[in-house]
């Protein structure tokens, strides 16, 4: 072999072109393996990971689905507020599986047919949320015997969803009236303990006198119990028949009976604000959407918020 002088000797070729070939094409190999083991071992972690989570959140999803009671079960279906379903129950007009049962906090299975005047109900899948301002000689429920008016023949173009009225507002009361299908937020607007704020503007038969201005806000006992008022107020010093008035208390004609209490009539009476909600720029009679924001500051209302 030709020997090759030092000072060229980075110049000369050590390895023919075949094995610096080879060898390129081995390291390539060598690294192909590679690259391949570490994917398959990342996998397997990823699986490993996905079989361990997978577990907690069947637990938590099943009780939700198998052991809904039946009250609940008929809110969550737009039939009435979880509270009137349980009345409904009690009646004997709710049928599981083509047997009536008289017990609201039966656990609806998955497989369970419901009927409520036999007539099959499922949950709501898209939630509805419609703020009216009702106009009087409109009565607040789903359907009437008598065939007289009720709030939803004002919002029957609005959704095909079934949807109730929360809480009640009645014939002769005008205003802010939330109907929905939400029963979970129903049940929290119209559960005494949360104490959800209404605010009416009432106007009576007579200016309302100083002595008996301050019984209705020292607090008057009705023959239901304590009708407890959080503001009264003049809402016209120069005509003290016109009044505002802020109660918590949900209890049917309340307002109406705390005046009729120290004999006074009411002629007039409309809730001009319940829930934070207030029927700014809805025409009489007239209806619109919640917004998102309501929505959520509703819910806020439901959790106790005062």
Do not use: W
């Amino acid at each position: 072999m030709k020997k090759i002088d030092p000072r060229f000797a980075k110049f000369a070729s050590k390895k023919s072109n075949a094995a610096i070939k080879e060898a390129f094409k081995q390291e390539k190999r060598q690294y192909k393996k590679e690259r391949a083991a570490f994917f398959e071992q990342k996998k397997a972690e990823a699986a490993a990971k996905a079989t361990q989570s997978a577990a907690p959140k069947i637990e938590r999803k099943t009780p939700a689905t198998v052991q809904m009671p039946l009250n609940k079960y008929l809110a969550h279906s737009g039939i009435c507020s979880r509270r009137d379903a349980a009345d409904l129950i009690k009646d004997g007009k709710v049928k599981v599986n083509a047997v009536v049962t008289l017990e609201p906090g039966y656990k609806v299975l998955p497989a369970d047919v419901i009927t409520v005047n036999n007539k099959k109900v499922t949950p709501a899948k898209n939630l509805v949320y419609i703020l009216l301002n009702k106009p009087k000689d409109y009565i607040t429920t789903t359907d009437d015997p008598q065939k007289r008016k009720t709030v939803l023949d004002l919002i029957k173009n609005a959704t095909t969803e079934r949807v109730y009225p929360v809480g009640r507002l009645d014939r002769n009361t005008s205003g802010v009236l939330l109907i929905t299908n939400d029963g979970e937020l129903a049940q929290q607007l119209t559960h005494p303990s949360n104490e959800i704020k209404k605010i009416y503007a009432a106007t009576l038969n007579k200016p309302l006198e100083k002595k008996d201005f301050d019984k209705i806000l020292k607090g008057v006992v009705l023959e239901d119990g304590p009708a407890p008022v959080d503001v009264l107020a003049y809402s016209d010093m120069k005509d003290k028949t016109q009044i505002g008035i802020e109660i918590h208390n949900g209890r049917n004609r309340i307002v109406r009976r705390i005046f009729e209490s120290v004999g006074y009539d009411v002629k007039n009476l409309d809730r001009v604000m319940f829930g934070g909600l207030t029927k700014k720029n809805i025409e009489r009679g007239k209806f619109r959407f919640l917004t998102e924001k309501e929505v959520r500051n509703l819910k806020f209302f439901g959790k106790g918020k005062k």
